[in-house]
């Protein structure tokens, strides 16, 4: 069986350029169970070491973050590849929280969702962690714990179910990478998280986080339509008037009047309409059950998403799909 020892702090990279900025060291917290896929996880570490890189800490500096894997009971866990990540046994020592804490799914989180143990521990650390991000099966058990927001940012589920194969392996992969990045922008700014993403994930850099006042030749229109744009590709996970205001290259209170002014309606008006869009889209167009449309869609879950379609079209998700169809067929 092959056998992988990987040790987040000891990961080194070519020498590039670096930016020097200083900051607080922040706790990075992968929980694995057995059969987690591993591309997800691995990401993880990816986006964050990349992002100590280039950090540029000094001699005798801590680098922006300390990537921990943790599990159950501590030692080695197997993915699905059989390859064997070492991790940290949960215990007191991480009483304190996380700035983010990732919840790796597998088959093993089957099990984990209904071992009280795991669950309390889980329940102590949500109010000190600043975010949670759950991967595939990972959800059941923070769905289990009773999931909590955390800074106004929603804790959500990237990913699909292990049930789909590869194509959850990608997704996965995708996911965290953007999950990631997102603190990372918001800890250290967007050049390095631009570079980050060029580095981990290229192609994507320019999609997730775009740079609209390079060079300063786009104007307020412009800088507000790129805002608009990202919204709209990162809008299945929480988004932020600060991030659409760093993209735009405006403080939040001119984006807030200029937005309204250039597109007639307010940010989170705007972004509500896209979700929705994109929810009804996968109402019409797939059979998917209606709290995973709600997550794809990033409007949280599926009484969430009930909600606001009552209160936006007098109806319920489901009646919005079988009118849908009907009409379609007539």
């Known amino acids: 069986m092959p056998h992988m020892h990987l040790d987040p702090t000891r990961i080194t990279w070519p020498h590039t350029p670096a930016v020097n900025?200083?900051?607080?060291?922040?706790?990075?917290?992968?929980?694995?169970?057995?059969?987690?896929?591993?591309?997800?996880?691995?990401?993880?570490?990816?986006?964050?070491?990349?992002?100590?890189?280039?950090?540029?800490?000094?001699?005798?500096?801590?680098p922006p973050y300390e990537v921990q894997f943790l599990s159950m009971e501590g030692g080695n866990v197997a993915s699905s590849s059989s390859a064997r990540i070492w991790t940290d046994r949960i215990d007191t020592r991480f009483g304190g929280g996380f700035d983010a804490l990732f919840i790796a799914g597998?088959?093993?989180?089957?099990?984990?969702?209904?071992?009280?143990?795991?669950?309390?521990?889980?329940?102590?650390?949500?109010?000190?962690?600043?975010?949670?991000?759950?991967?595939?099966?990972?959800?059941?058990?923070?769905?289990?714990?009773?999931?909590?927001?955390?800074?106004?940012?929603?804790?959500?589920?990237?990913?699909?179910?292990?049930?789909?194969?590869?194509?959850?392996?990608?997704?996965d992969r995708h996911d965290c990478a953007r999950s990631a990045l997102m603190f990372i922008k918001r800890d250290l700014g967007a050049e390095i998280a631009r570079s980050v993403a060029d580095r981990v994930m290229p192609g994507m850099a320019a999609t997730w986080v775009p740079l609209p006042a390079e060079g300063g030749t786009l104007s307020v229109a412009e800088k507000i339509?790129?805002?608009?744009?990202?919204?709209?590709?990162?809008?299945?996970?929480?988004?932020?008037?600060?991030?659409?205001?760093?993209?735009?290259?405006?403080?939040?209170?001119?984006?807030?009047?200029r937005f309204k002014h250039e597109m007639q309606v307010t940010p989170s008006d705007y972004l509500l309409q896209v979700r929705l869009r994109i929810a009804c889209n996968f109402l019409t167009e797939t059979e998917l059950p209606v709290d995973k449309i709600a997550r794809r869609s990033g409007t949280g879950n599926g009484d969430r998403l009930a909600k606001i379609f009552r209160k936006r079209m007098a109806l319920s998700p489901t009646e919005y799909r079988a009118r849908s169809r009907a009409a379609t067929e007539a």
Do not use: K
Not at 36 to 60: D, I
Not at 228 to 251: F, G, I, K, L, T
């Open 21 to 62: 900025v200083r900051t607080a060291v922040r706790r990075i917290g992968i929980l694995l169970f057995d059969g987690f896929w591993l591309l997800g996880p691995g990401t993880v570490v990816e986006m964050f070491q990349t992002a100590n890189e280039f950090a540029g800490t000094r001699a005798g500096e801590d």
């Open 225 to 257: 339509r790129a805002a608009a744009r990202w919204m709209e590709a990162n809008c299945d996970r929480p988004v932020s008037v600060a991030d659409a205001a760093q993209v735009a290259a405006m403080s939040e209170r001119n984006f807030l009047r």
């Open 106 to 171: 597998g088959y093993g989180a089957h099990v984990a969702a209904r071992d009280e143990r795991l669950l309390n521990w889980l329940r102590a650390v949500q109010s000190r962690t600043r975010a949670i991000e759950t991967i595939g099966e990972g959800r059941l058990v923070l769905e289990a714990a009773g999931p909590t927001e955390h800074d106004g940012l929603m804790s959500r589920y990237p990913g699909a179910n292990a049930s789909e194969g590869a194509f959850s392996a990608a997704n």
